[in-house]
Every structure is written in C-alpha cells, then in structure tokens.
C-alpha cells in the first residue's frame, strides 16, 4: 500500500528547483517556527491545527490536504482539519495503519513520508513526530504520477516534526492548565466543607436542640439557643458571600493588576467590617507581570486564613522592594498558633473557643488541619511562583507571614544583539522597521523578541519596552 519516496525522483516537480520556489516552501517552514514562538493560551486548538496544515499544503501546493490526530493508545486516527474537497478523510483513515504510521515516525530524516493511492489520487502521507512518538498525520493530494525531489521531501520532515512538537507543547499546556483547574476545584470543595458546610451542619443540629426543648416544654431555654443560632447562620452567610466574591475576582486580563487587588480589599472589608486593613502596596509598579496573578492569589489565600482561623481586628499587608527582591508581608494580631519542633503548624491550645457537638479535643484537631491546610497551600502557590515564604506566629500575639520573589530583570541578561533589538523596540520601531536597521530577517527580529520576552519575564514586547524604560536602561 505505501511506497518510501526517499529515493524516488521524476520530472513532475522540476519546476520547484528554481530559486523562488525554494525560498516559497522555506517560508512556509519559518512560518511555523514564528507559530510555535506565538501560540499561547489564547490561541484555539483548532486554529493551531489550521495552521499547520495550511503551511504544510503550501510547500508542494497541495490540491487538498488534511490533518489526523494520532491516538496511541487505541492506535487510531481522527480527522481534526481538512481543507478542499478532493480528500474523503473516512476513506483516508480506513486505508492508513496507525501502527506502520508509528514505525514510520521512528526512521530517520528524509523517511518519515511514504504515499497511497486513494480513488486514483496521488497522496502523501507526512507524519508529524516529536522525540519518535507519532503526534498526527498530513495527507496531501498532489498531481497524479508527481513525485518530490529529496531536498522537498527533507523538507517536509523537518515541518513534520516541528508541527509534531507544536501539537505536543500544545496539548502538554491544556492538560497543565486541565490539572490546575481541577486542582483549584478540589480547593474550593474542600473550603466549602470545612467552613461553611460544617456550619451549617452544626446549626441544624443547634435548630434540632430547640425543637427539643420546645416538645419538653422549656421555651426559656430554647430562646437563648435561638440568639446563638442566629449568630451562626450570619457568620455563615457572611463566609459564603465572601467565598462567591472570591471565585469571581476581577478578571486580571479585563484591568489592571492594581485595580483586581484594590477591589480584592474592598470586598473583604465589606464583608469583615469589624477588621482594619492597613495596606502599603508602595512597590505596585515595580511587580513583574508573571508575578500578578500568585500575588493576587497569595493576597487573596491569606486575608481568607486570616478571617477563618485568626480572629484578628488588625491586617498589615506590605508590598516593597528590597535591593533585588520583592517582599509581601501578611501580618495580623490574631490569637496565633504555636510551632512544632518539625516546623508544621499546630493551632495554639485555646479551648475556650471549641464548643459544641464534637469534644474540644476533635474540634481543636479539626481546627490545627484547617489552619495546616491552608498554611500549606499559599507556601505551594509561593513556590510554584519561584519565591520563598517565612512564617512567624505567637500565641496570643498574632501571625506574620513573608514571601520573598527574586526580581531578575537584568539588562546583563540580553545578549547585545538582543539589547539592540530591544533598544529599537523601546524608540517605538516595529519588528519589520528593526529588521531593516539592522540588517537582518523579520523572522530573526521576532526571535530575539521572543528571547527578550522570556529573559524578562513579560508577557509582551510592550511590557519588555517599558521595563526597559522604568529602568533607565537606555
């Protein structure tokens, strides 16, 4: 069924000899590099997959093309993206063994494309491969009887195997981000339960206490249970407010960092009237942009742990620059814990606060793993963050936390074309304008952009041009 073209040649595609048409199909594959640097979160799957088998079709101008998704586990081909009308992709998927296609990814350069007959039609196959492990399938409908010429059929591997690293990446990033969200849910799940589910569940049972008491007849009784129960729900309903208002902060991308954590602020004083925050975020402007979102989560863990387990009326956040490090400090007058000689969290032996249904001892246990818990969870979100994190409590005095981040954004990091480049962005010249000035390729200038993106740790050329400026660099 399948025959290597790896040392087939003919006269069909003389024409793609000349010059022009080999800067044609490299340009396609220069295209797909400049998709890799670009394809972020935003970017659609199937607009990725569009993508890469236009470029693909474009090399050996392809009647028809379409692109199959590879599935190891079932060994099985699904049709993600066809483009024309000249390939019946079922008929394709019939006649293709996925196996052969897995072997067929293993071979060396020049012999990851073999060809079918399909209703008379000349197809070739180009597998798309990263590390040898099989990530889809192209099929292009080519003119009957043509062949490629080997330097176009080498071609077409290296595009195979860059589209091959570009489905990979991209599906490595959606099941991270799949993760994270489960991981955020389970979360919110487990917060629900501990806090509010569990105060609810003791208020019935305080609601079943008065009915008693009521059938006994000892209602003077009862309405002092009914003030307590009262207390209960409101603190409850008040947590629940708070915790909905959390699971919708405002949107980061929609405004600005400062304006997510100033509304951040307000809501909790809205909600926790009886608290005085004082806050000094002095150093607002000089967070890196792949620090906001930890940061307005790290704010937003802590005033929660804060209001849970702390009882405090006084907040102190901080927010400075210490020589090269960003400094985040959380401090309250809560009644604090104590901390053992391991140096896990233990929840201070303040029994006068546990009554109810379960012993002071269970209680006191339940209260020491919230508090652990959620100890536990911004120290994580910190470090994920590449910061570290100290912690300070006293019992009867309160709670200090600390996160250090290393601000790293050091022109000594570019190299000096890289600080060309960037020189040119910061005067307000666009990529095409810098190619020219400085003598070499768009695609080389949006390379360089997108090493400078990633030294600094910005999110774009824009924010890279106005660190650049903050700090005086040029």
Known sequence: MYTSNSQVNGPAYEQYRSLPEVMYSLSSLSNLYALGLGCNADMEAQELRYSILSQIQRTVRAQSACLFLYYAAQQRLVTAVTQGEKLTSSLLVNLINGLEMEQLALRGPGETITSIKLNEQHVL??????????????????????????????????????????????????????????????????????????????????????????????????????????????????????????????????????????????????YHPQINLHVDLSAFQKIPAHLEAPIFRIFQEGLTNISKHAQATEIEITLSVQVTNLMIELRDNGRGFSLSEEGSEAIAED???????????????????????????????????????????????????????????????????????????????????????????????????????QKLRVKDRTQAAVIAARHGWF
């Open 125 to 270: 196959l180009v597998t798309l491969s990263y590390n040898g492990t099989l990530q889809g399938l192209v099929a292009l409908a080519i003119e009957e009887g043509a062949t490629l010429q080997d330097e176009r059929s080498l071609l077409l591997t290296y595009m195979g195997n860059v589209a091959g690293a570009l489905l990979y990446n991209y599906e490595l990033r959606e099941r991270e981000r799949s993760a994270a969200i489960e991981q955020e849910r389970k979360r919110i799940g487990r917060d629900l339960h501990d806090g509010i589910l569990q105060n609810l569940s003791y208020a019935l049972h305080k609601l079943e206490f008065i009915q008693r008491l009521l059938e006994q007849r000892q209602p003077q009784l009862a309405m002092t249970e009914v003030p307590r129960t009262a207390a209960i729900v409101d603190g409850t309903l008040r947590d629940l407010r708070y915790t909905l208002s959390s699971l919708l902060p405002p949107q980061l991308e929609q405004q600005s960092f400062q304006q997510a954590v100033q509304a951040l602020f307000q809501d909790y004083l809205t």
């Open 351 to 453: 029994h006068s606060i546990h009554s109810g249904i379960q012993s002071n001892h269970e209680q006191l246990q339940d209260e020491e793993k919230k508090i652990h818990f959620g100890i536990q969870s911004m120290r994580e979100r910190v470090q994920e963050a590449g910061g570290t994190m100290e912690l300070l409590s006293q019992v009867g005095v309160g709670t200090r936390i600390r996160a250090q981040f290393p601000l790293l954004n050091n022109l000594s990091e570019l190299t000096p074309r890289e600080q060309d480049v960037l020189r040119l962005v910061v005067s307000g010249l666009s990529n095409r304008d810098i190619a020219q000035r400085l003598e070499i390729s768009h695609d080389t200038v949006k390379t360089h952009i997108h090493h400078i993106i």
